[in-house]
């Protein structure tokens, strides 16, 4: 490559970045001006408890501590990030409640700004009290999330480490404990810069040819993009197909128990629940509706669902259940179909791939037929019939259930092993930024004019960047933060 173009392309890549500082600059806008406001709220859950603690967070934060707490000495004279004990008193001089106090001054702090920590007694009224102080003395009450939005555009975290926060205190399971954690400490986020910077570099370089045009694209050097554009698609695509898992570590698999009515659906969700939580009866149509519940198996969340019992039913309540497990049935990850073996074979049960329900063929990858109450004589019409046998009355069985249900759930690749997965918002952004690799792919490789391919690049470029905030920002904001409880 020569000289000049070498520099042109120095300069581009300078001039890419510096107009993605710009956007956020602008689009930041209207919410830099809402950052000056001292915002504060309660931090814990509602209800009774030990301690609770309040936040304030902004520029004012500290003269408002200093209206409301009483101690040795005024919070502005104290060292950052240590606790003081302390009374808080309203406006009206009365006092609330013992407190420790503690400041942490910007930009060392969970928000980057000035924040106050009050840790008072955990009681409803106290909390709510000692939040009223606050807002008497200057602060506004904090939307749900706002802490982290704060954090987020003081440049404490990306996008993608704000949405950790919620993950981390949603998870159920270790290993979405971990994800998250990991997502927290930026690694997704890094991945996400790596594919933006190559990108960045190749836009450079073919906005370079276009200003540049008697210098050219030797063919192979043409071929060399084609290459570096490859390796981009496949970092793009490897992250995307972590989605799957990454909705299994937020969400849990989908497993729906189902079957005739009568056959022990119920009986078997209380078991490997390990307590009663459905109503079993030896009334046929007992449950009407479906009932979710989520139980840890080895590590992996898992979402059962007990439906109401296939039957045709004249009635319209039952038939409104049946509706809801049909529906269930058609978003399960694993299906468990359920019989009695000491009933006869219900019509159309697994013959010919033929739906009990409706009749029509169904998909057998995802289910696992098991005939329940073992302990009892088995019909004849079940005679070497496959399925893995079971009694909820004795429990026999069901550790060889268990095992299939992780097998089939390794098998489906539904199990995270990566602690590296995406959201549903990186899913679509990372699926546009495909596309337009593709297209500029397409378009490199059939050789068609450069300022096409650049226009299909930086599509590609703004979609990755919207992953973890860096353009066009101001609209995935809200739908990001609004996810938050208040306070955090
Ligand atoms: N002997 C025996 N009885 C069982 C077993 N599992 C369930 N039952 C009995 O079978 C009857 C029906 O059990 P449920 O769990 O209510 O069945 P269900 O499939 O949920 O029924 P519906 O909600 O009506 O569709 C109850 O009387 C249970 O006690 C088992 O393994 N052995
Ligand atoms: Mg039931």
């Known amino acids: ?7 042109a392309q120095n300069d581009r890549v300078r001039g890419v970045s510096n107009l ?4 956020v600059a602008l689009q930041f806008g209207s919410r830099v001006m809402t950052v000056s406001e001292t915002i504060a709220a309660i931090s814990t859950p509602p209800g009774e408890g030990a301690i609770a603690m309040v936040r304030v967070s902004g520029a004012n934060a500290i003269e408002i501590a200093d209206q409301i707490f ?13 606790q003081h004990l302390g009374e808080i008193f309203s406006v009206e001089n009365r006092l609330i409640d013992q407190a420790v106090l503690s400041i942490h001054r910007t930009p060392a702090s969970y928000t980057g700004e000035d924040l106050v920590e009050i840790s008072c007694h955990g009681g409803t009224l106290v909390t709510a009290k000692v939040l009223e102080a606050c807002l008497h003395a200057g602060a506004r009450a904090a939307r749900p999330g706002e802490f982290t ?13 704000a949405e950790a926060v919620i993950d981390l205190i949603r998870a159920r399971t270790d290993l979405a404990l971990r994800s998250a954690t990991e997502q927290l400490e930026g690694r997704l986020g890094d991945q996400i810069r790596k594919i933006r910077d190559e990108l960045v570099a190749l836009l450079a370089h073919i906005n370079a040819s276009i200003d540049f045009p008697e210098e050219g694209i030797a063919p192979d050097e043409g071929e060399a993009l084609c290459a570096r554009l490859d390796a981009i698609r496949e ?30 659906k119920s009986s078997l969700l209380n078991r490997l629940l390990g307590y009663d939580r459905v109503i079993v009866s030896d009334t046929h149509g007992t449950t009407r509706d479906t009932i979710e ?38 978003l399960a990850d694993l299906r468990l179909q359920i019989a009695d073996c000491n009933a006869p074979k219900p019509p159309h ?34 005679r070497n019939f496959p399925a893995l046998r079971i009694s909820c009355l004795t429990g026999e069985g069901l550790p060889q259930l268990q095992k299939e249900i992780l097998a089939r759930i390794r098998q489906q690749n539904l199990r995270a092993e990566s602690a590296v997965t995406i959201n549903t918002r990186h899913r679509d952004c990372l699926r546009r930024a495909l596309e337009s690799c593709d297209r500029a792919r397409s378009a490199l490789g059939q050789g068609i004019s450069q300022e096409y391919v650049a226009v299909d690049l930086d599509q590609g470029l703004r979609a990755v960047g919207e992953v973890i905030g860096v353009v066009d920002v101001e609209q995935i904001l809200d739908s990001v933060f609004n996810q938050f409880c208040i306070g955090k």
């Open 1 to 7: 490559m020569s000289e000049i173009l070498r520099s």
């Open 20 to 23: 993605a500082t710009e956007a």
């Open 70 to 82: 009483r101690g040795k000495e005024k919070p502005s004279r104290f060292a950052s990030h240590v």
């Open 149 to 161: 939005e704060r954090a987020f555009l003081n440049g404490k975290m990306d996008l993608t480490q």
């Open 235 to 264: 970092g793009i695509a490897a992250l995307l197909a972590t989605a799957h898992q990454g909705r299994v570590l937020r969400e849990g698999v989908r497993v729906v128990i189902y079957g005739a009515t009568n056959a022990g």
């Open 293 to 330: 519940e989520t139980v840890n198996l080895d590590g992996v969340p898992i979402r059962l669902l007990d439906t109401a019992g296939l039957r045709p039913s004249e009635s319209e309540l039952e038939s409104k259940g049946i509706a809801r497990t049909e529906k269930s049935l058609q």
């Open 349 to 382: 049960f697994n013959s010919q791939r033929l739906s009990e329900f409706n009749g029509r063929p169904e998909d057998d990858s995802n289910k696992i037929v098991v005939l329940n109450k073992s302990d009892l004589p088995e019909d004849n019409e079940w």
